[in-house]
């Protein structure tokens, strides 16, 4: 195998292909609040034992509430940009479901550029909940899948997932600080080599190696 970990091309500017971008400080606060107030929302009616009436009157007070957001909605495919920690700009789908910043069906995660990779920390409620307790397989996967997504699309340039590898160690557990990690072991071509982590209490939960294939940009 060529092994090459140089970076491997600019990162592309979704504008140049028709995608709105959207800068994440720009990004109204009162938004980011409802975010966050809907995903305890979720949380909410997901657990709720309440009365009948109550329930009626949130069923009513949430359906009008669609009706006027849903009044001025984005264009699908928009994306964010946003500048890590380290200065570095990266661009995402401003919905995605995993690291959308205006999805409140995703969970809060922030992935941080690192050296050969990306990390960054989550705690999950029980909107995410498989086996009583712990995290659903599918949502570790997805988690891990974004990780190592990210993780290709920082060091060499954004790319589609061709194959998840997902191995799963220990339960991973709600409630708790899980520690989320990628890095790019080698590339070939278009082909990225990535494994990702997500550890509990410095344990490995969930372990993954995928193969990213590089959008083919700038080769024409
Ligand atoms: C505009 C700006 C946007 C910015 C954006 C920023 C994003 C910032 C971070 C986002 C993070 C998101 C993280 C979530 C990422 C998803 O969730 S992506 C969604 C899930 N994945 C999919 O839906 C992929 C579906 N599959 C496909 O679209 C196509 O099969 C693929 C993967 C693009 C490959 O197709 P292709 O481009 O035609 O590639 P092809 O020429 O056939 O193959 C290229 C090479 O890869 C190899 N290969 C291809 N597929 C495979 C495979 N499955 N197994 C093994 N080898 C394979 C080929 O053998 C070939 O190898 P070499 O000949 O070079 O040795």
Do not use: C
């Amino acid at each position: 195998m060529t092994v090459n970990t140089q970076p491997v091309a600019e990162r592309p500017d979704p504008r140049a292909y028709g995608l709105p971008v959207v800068e994440q400080d720009q990004i109204p606060d009162e938004l980011r609040s409802l975010v966050d107030g809907v995903r305890n929302l979720v949380d909410a009616v997901s657990n709720t034992e309440a009365d009948s009436a109550t329930l009626a009157e949130a069923d009513a007070a949430v359906r009008a509430l669609n009706d006027r957001l849903n009044a001025a909605r984005r264009e699908v495919g928009t994306m964010v940009r946003r500048t890590m920690g380290d200065g570095t700009d990266e661009f995402g789908t401003i919905t995605n479901v995993v690291a959308g910043t205006t999805n409140p069906a995703a969970p809060p995660l922030d992935l941080e550029h690192v050296e050969g990779g990306v990390q960054g920390t989550v705690t999950l409620n029980t909107t995410y909940q498989g086996p009583p307790g712990l995290v659903h397989g599918g949502w570790i996967a997805a988690l891990l899948d974004q990780a190592v997504g990210s993780a290709s699309a920082v060091e060499t340039s954004p790319g589609m997932t061709a194959k998840l590898e997902v191995n799963y160690r220990q339960p991973t557990p709600l409630f708790t600080p899980l520690e989320i990690s990628a890095r790019v072991r080698s590339t070939e071509r278009r082909k990225v080599y990535v494994t990702g982590q997500i550890r509990a209490h410095g344990q490995v939960t969930a372990e993954a190696e995928a193969l990213m294939i590089r959008i083919p940009m700038d080769e024409g």
